[in-house]
């Protein structure tokens, strides 16, 4: 958790000396970096809406996941009893939202991370090509 919340100093733009070049490098391996989760741009062509959509989505889905290997090794396990241990599977979920909140909590407001341009217009800073507060994406 401390890693990704000095890993958040990654996202800052602007040109940091040496030393601290270097250790935002090595963080930001350490931290679970949606962007480099979701690589779907290499396979398929998709818009920024719909990369957007499919990182958002990426918990929800792991998360579904989880319910469902949990209920089948519960039922494995026991196949005549049902026995789900319903505090294993609330931990699980836990130690997945919180590996995940401070990432997707700066996925959730990347729509509102807006540079200004000499030209006056303002893009997203993680997608350029998109134009804040005037494009349909």
Not at 30 to 54: E, H, K, P, S
Not at 61 to 87: E, T
């Amino acid at each position: 958790m401390v890693l990704q919340m000095v890993g958040v100093l990654t996202r800052v733009t602007m040109d940091w000396p040496e030393p601290m070049k270097s250790f935002q490098y090595y963080i930001s391996m350490l931290t679970f970096n949606v962007d480099t989760l979701v690589r779907l741009g290499c396979v398929m062509d998709l818009t920024t809406l719909a990369r957007y959509v499919m990182k958002l989505a990426i918990v929800p889905v792991v998360g579904s996941l989880l319910v469902i290997i949990h209920f089948v090794v519960c039922f494995i396990r026991s196949p005549g009893q049902w026995n789900p241990r319903w505090f294993a599977l609330v931990s699980s979920i836990g130690v997945l939202v919180s590996a995940f909140y401070i990432s997707m909590s700066l996925l959730i407001l990347s729509p509102f991370q807006c540079l200004i341009h000499p030209n006056d217009v303002w893009t997203m800073i993680q997608y350029q090509a998109v134009v804040c507060w005037d494009s349909t994406e």
